[in-house]
């Protein structure tokens, strides 16, 4: 039996530091907008490079609250656009829909990352934002993004929510992360941050999500309660410290898999690995082939959990249809949906869990 992810192995790995810092936080009797969160901040601040760090609810929230905030200093309208990735987790199109803004899909590449060959034709006198997300765990090569973006003054806001620990620096004016259970970081509930060296959105963020006040019973602006708590944030402190070292192990993962695949990838018509150019800290190992039904049920027979990442893309989803134009087509996407196989990985897989996949994968090629 291989889990795609052992979340009770992942936290155990922790103790007895975690129960610690849980054990701190109740017996402190302070649980929200606290010390521990604050401490948090400046520690996932500093890691991602960047000013400043503001913890809020979950992920969808750090990229609706980023989007809101700019909204609002800009003084955008509702008819806004802001240009999302076809093939992406729904969190990051139904944030553009949450702050009253409009989604403008562009297809993904062989990558499943936003093709910036695509990017210059959907860019309309509208288009106020781009939100480049780094699927998989990948790192979006931003150079070209960055130049479009500027030669339009568009609001680049990375999703990030896949990629702790590649991501920071760069180009973008704020990175979007999820600490849902799953992720690289991941706490024990619900949780997410907004990183960014613009202070002025830094503070209307943190404003906006505190009911729109800075000062206790003054609301200057429209607002939601989206806050981090004391025990996510103690939590995500001490996972905090590991976090490199779990990546280099989901990297040292991902290697044995390269290399078993790229040799199934030469003889097997229609299989095939990315083809990964800046690095990845691999959330996701995805491989692709067309009969992908067919080998997630042989890897299930064999006790070998998979998933999709993901079964339809933003385009073909009911919630988003309104703005999905007749003429778009985005076929690399749909591709990808029909394609992409998600593998087990995860810090705590041995390297007999790693094998266990391969072997598995190889039988059913007969190789
Ligand atoms: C997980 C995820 C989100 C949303 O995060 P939540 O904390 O679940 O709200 C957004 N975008 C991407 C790409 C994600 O993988």
């Known amino acids: 039996m291989v889990k795609f992810l052992d979340l009770q192995k992942v936290n155990g790995s922790f103790e007895p530091e975690l129960s610690n810092a849980v054990q701190q936080v109740i017996a402190s009797g302070?649980?929200?907008?606290?010390?521990?969160?604050?401490?948090?901040?400046?520690?996932?601040?500093?890691?991602?490079?960047?000013a400043t760090c503001i913890g809020v609810a979950n992920?969808?929230?750090?990229?609706?609250?980023?989007?809101?905030?700019?909204?609002?200093?800009?003084?955008?309208?509702?008819?806004?656009?802001?240009?999302?990735?076809?093939?992406?987790?729904?969190?990051?199109?139904?944030?553009?829909?949450?702050?009253?803004?409009?989604?403008?899909?562009?297809?993904?590449?062989?990558?499943?990352?936003?093709?910036?060959?695509?990017?210059?034709?959907?860019?309309?006198?509208?288009?106020r934002a781009i939100i480049p997300v780094h699927l998989y765990g990948q790192r979006v090569d931003m150079s070209r993004i960055a130049e479009i973006a500027a030669a339009h003054q568009l609001f680049i806001l990375e999703d990030a929510a896949q990629a702790h620990g590649i991501v920071g620096k760069g180009p973008g004016h704020a990175l979007a992360f999820s600490f849902y259970p799953g992720k690289n970081l991941g706490a024990l509930g619900d949780a997410g941050a907004v990183?960014?060296?613009?202070?002025?959105?830094?503070?209307?963020?943190?404003?906006?999500?505190?009911?729109?006040?800075?000062?206790?019973?003054?609301?200057?602006?429209?607002?939601?309660?989206?806050r981090i708590d004391e025990v996510q944030s103690a939590i995500l402190d001490v996972k905090l410290k590991r976090l490199d070292t779990d990546n280099k192990r989901?990297?040292?993962?991902?290697?044995?898999?390269?290399?078993?695949?790229?040799?199934?990838?030469?003889?097997?018509?229609g299989f095939r690995i990315l083809a990964l150019s800046s690095g990845s800290v691999y959330h996701i190992y995805p491989v692709?082939?067309?009969?992908?039904?067919?080998?997630?049920?042989?890897?299930?027979?064999?006790?070998?959990?998979?998933?999709?990442?993901?079964?339809?893309?933003?385009?073909?989803?009911?919630?988003?249809?309104?703005?999905?134009?007749?003429?778009?087509?985005?076929?690399?996407?749909?591709?990808?949906?029909?394609t992409a196989l998600s593998l087990p990985i995860s810090p705590v897989m041995s390297d007999d869990d790693v094998l266990q996949v391969i072997s598995a994968i190889q039988q059913h090629y007969m190789l």
């Not at 729109?212 to 602006?221: C, L, N, V, W």
Request: glycine share 4%.
């Open 30 to 50: 302070w649980y929200l907008r606290g010390k521990s969160t604050a401490i948090f901040e400046e520690h996932f601040a500093a890691y991602c490079h960047r």
């Open 59 to 127: 992920g969808l929230d750090a990229l609706t609250l980023a989007l809101m905030a700019r909204k609002l200093q800009e003084g955008w309208g509702d008819d806004a656009e802001v240009i999302v990735p076809a093939m992406t987790f729904v969190a990051t199109a139904q944030a553009v829909v949450r702050a009253g803004l409009r989604p403008v899909f562009v297809d993904v590449d062989d990558n499943a990352l936003l093709d910036s060959r695509l990017l210059e034709q959907a860019i309309t006198i509208k288009t």
């Open 195 to 226: 990183v960014t060296d613009d202070l002025e959105l830094a503070k209307t963020i943190r404003a906006m999500a505190n009911y729109g006040s800075q000062t206790k019973y003054f609301h200057e602006m429209e607002g939601c309660n989206s």
């Open 250 to 269: 989901r990297c040292a993962i991902a290697a044995l898999y390269d290399d078993a695949f790229r040799r199934i990838a030469e003889r097997v018509n």
């Open 288 to 338: 692709f082939c067309t009969e992908r039904d067919v080998l997630q049920k042989v890897l299930a027979q064999k006790g070998i959990e998979t998933l999709i990442h993901y079964p339809i893309p933003l385009h073909q989803q009911p919630c988003l249809s309104r703005f999905v134009p007749a003429s778009q087509s985005f076929p690399q996407a749909e591709r990808i949906a029909k």
